[in-house]
Structures are given as structure tokens and as C-alpha cells.
């Protein structure tokens, strides 16, 4: 499945708007914006259809060694839900 690059920006901007990682953001050199999470969250939201807040939680979590919610990622999750309803993502 290929990701049209149009789509991965606009959850970087949602991600990076939200900034999970607050000040320690900064200290990770590879971080561009949360792109590979971006883009980990579209393929897993296309693959299973899931609560897209648990996905958040879920990738996000796994990639810094957080201990987020799925109360914590609720409004971005729906923030990501409507980007996928309004552009029709899938």
C-alpha cells in the first residue's frame, strides 16, 4: 500500500502540533516531524479499521517508550479520523 505524501503531512502536522513528546522532542535527531509515526498510523488505521485513538496510543507508545492513554490520544485521534473522512484517505 502506497501513501500519497499529501496525507503523511497532514498527520505530521496533527502529530507535531501535539507534540507527545513535549521539550524532549528536540533531543531526538531523527524525529522529522513524527513522519514515520505519521505514516505508521495511516498504514495501521487502513489495515484494521480500529478506534484511531488506540492506534495512536499504540505506535506512538512503542516509539518513544511512552506510557500514553488512550484518553491521552482521544482528541487526536479524532483530529486524524476527520483528516481520513474529509480526504477520503481510504
Known sequence: MTIPNEHIQKVMEVLTEWNPLGPRASAISDLDNYRTEAIDILF???????????????????AFDLSLSVADCTSVGRKIQELIKNQKMF
Open 44 to 62: 495501521n488505521l487502513d489495515l484494521k479499521k480500529s478506534n484511531p485513538a488506540v492506534i495512536v496510543r499504540q505506535v506512538i507508545n512503542q
